[in-house]
């Protein structure tokens, strides 16, 4: 495997024609991100992309206790919170693994460090579809035996052992 760099590595945009761009990740280069630290309090740091190429830019910038300028109002009441967030992260479909599955063991592993280590963005959380879902090659489910209460005809679908597993 390769070894996880420190510092940035910028992306390598790569244009397919539809009027955007994606960053190059193959067997020898994939872009990385310096490693979050939390910001001063009173500041944020942002992370910006676009279709026009940029990918998680950073910015960093203050608060401020009133409206100074026109633009944006953004106003944090951090004494009301609504809910705990978990984590971040996607879904591990049986398209998302048919296609990670085709790449070389030095792309899959750059792939895989871009989405979960500290020098990507961090994933912590993936959802497995149970059984077949709409990005799918063909329809399966874990027990099609009719009335079989107690699953004794359960099992895991070869896309399950060899894919997601």
């Known amino acids: 495997t390769l070894p996880c760099l420190p510092g940035a590595r910028p992306c390598i945009p790569k244009d397919f024609g539809h009027g955007s761009v994606v960053c190059v990740c193959n067997a020898t280069y994939c872009d990385t991100l ?3 630290v ?3 309090p009173g500041s944020y740091v942002k992370y910006e992309s676009s279709k026009a190429g940029k990918r998680l830019e950073r910015s960093e910038g ?3 206790s009133s409206l100074r300028t026109p633009g944006l109002l953004l106003t944090l009441n951090i004494s009301t919170l609504y809910q705990d967030v978990k984590g971040f992260g996607g879904s591990l479909s049986d398209a998302a693994a048919m296609n ?3 790449l070389s063991k030095p792309a899959q592993d750059n792939l895989l460090r871009s989405y979960f280590s500290e020098s990507g963005i961090e994933y912590n959380l993936v959802r ?3 059984a077949c ?3 799918s090659v063909r329809p399966y489910s874990y027990d099609d035996a009719p009335d079989d209460y107690e ?4 099992r895991l679908a070869d896309e399950d052992t ?3 597993v």
Do not use: E, N, Y
Request: aromatic share 12%; glycine share 0%.
């Open 34 to 36: 310096d490693p979050l």
């Open 38 to 40: 939390l910001p001063a």
């Open 62 to 64: 203050r608060f401020q």
């Open 100 to 102: 990670i599955l085709k």
């Open 128 to 130: 497995v579809p149970m």
């Open 133 to 135: 879902s709409d990005f």
């Open 151 to 154: 699953l004794k005809h359960f």
């Open 162 to 164: 060899k894919m997601k």
